[in-house]
């Protein structure tokens, strides 16, 4: 390529915290378009997923990561690893707090290991009254960060500023990606992944942490996506009543593909795979 860069910026940035904060929800608010899976349940992302922003002469690679937290299994432990990756060798690091919860100690954590030069981003805003949400900013200014966002990924406020900001720290560079590009994940990855989302929109208790999808086969307009679990008695339960939850789930993600594909969704035990590393691989966690 030929082009003249010297007048672009571009650089990446991770996006940490604990689980459940909203990280997902705030990098598709920042993106603009979907490009990363949302849900109620902990533990929603499970790799470093990039949301791509190209606009006025600046590209920024916002790198999704999973939830850090306490592990209690191999996955735990597999995840921590993937996001604590994610925040070496970037131009900057957002740590993403819940307004609407107290700073407990899994924020601590990731605050403190977080550089100076990080923004700290507060979100959920729309869930807490002015007064409540002030209090909050006093209590974290005490991490003496570069920055402070309120900024709610659910409506919307604050994001445009945070965007803004994010832009002006990016140093000279040339882009990464095409301009039309808004994501890295494949359509396959990202049919296993609606799959999944519209499952944990669906499940209870400990069962979000024990589904994983793959898609294992696409043949001219057939997509065959494996729904695994780790024991027989979690297969009914993604099934649901006569296959409504899988037939659901099945309606929803093969409406958002192109007209004419066939979605094949079939349920398998992978006996606690969460424990056993040759499956993780499997699964690209
Ligand atoms: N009210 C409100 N809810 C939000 C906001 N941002 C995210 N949520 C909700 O919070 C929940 C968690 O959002 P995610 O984006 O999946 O959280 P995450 O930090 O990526 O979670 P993990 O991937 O599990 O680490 C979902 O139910 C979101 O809809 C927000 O600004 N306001
Ligand atoms: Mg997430």
Redesign the pocket.
């Known amino acids: 390529m030929s082009e003249d860069w010297e007048d672009f910026t571009s650089g990446f940035v991770a996006v940490l915290?604990?689980?459940?904060?909203?990280?997902?929800?705030?990098?598709?608010?920042l993106v603009g378009t979907k490009v990363?899976?949302?849900?109620?349940?902990?533990?929603?992302?499970?790799t470093q997923v990039r949301g791509i922003i190209t606009q006025d002469a600046c590209q920024v690679v916002l790198v999704?990561?999973?939830?850090i937290?306490r592990p209690r299994t191999p996955l735990g432990a597999r995840l921590n690893e993937t996001a604590n990756e994610a925040a070496s060798d970037v131009d900057l690091v957002l740590v993403?707090v819940?307004a609407?919860a107290p700073t407990g100690p899994g924020d601590r954590r990731v605050l403190e290991s977080a550089p100076p030069e990080c923004f700290v981003v507060v979100?959920?805003?729309?869930?807490v009254p002015p007064g409540e949400l002030l209090k909050r900013l006093q209590e974290l200014s005490a991490w003496n960060k570069a920055a402070y966002f309120p900024?709610?990924?659910?409506?919307g406020k604050g994001v445009e500023e945070l965007r803004r900001e994010i832009m002006a720290k990016m140093p000279s560079g040339p882009p990464y990606y095409p301009a039309a590009m808004h994501g890295d994940t494949t359509e396959t990855e990202w049919i296993a992944e609606l799959v999944r989302e519209e499952l944990l929109a669906i499940v209870r208790d400990e069962l979000p942490h024990s589904i994983a999808t793959a898609v294992t086969e696409v043949e001219g307009r057939y997509v065959r996506c494996e729904i695994f679990v780790e024991r027989d008695s979690q297969k009914a339960i993604v099934l649901g009543r006569h296959g409504e939850n899988l037939k659901r789930v099945g309606t929803i993600v093969r409406n958002s593909l192109p007209k004419g594909y066939y979605l094949d969704l079939v349920v398998k035990v992978a006996k606690d795979w969460q424990s056993q590393a040759r499956y993780l691989d499997q699964f690209g966690i």
Do not use: C, E, W, Y
Request: charged share 25%; proline share 7%; no cysteine.
């Open positions: 915290g604990r689980p459940n904060v909203g990280k997902s929800a705030l990098v598709n608010a990363t899976i949302v849900s109620d349940k902990p533990n929603t992302t499970r999704d990561t999973p939830g937290h993403v819940d609407s979100n959920k805003i729309d869930l900024v709610s990924a659910r409506t």
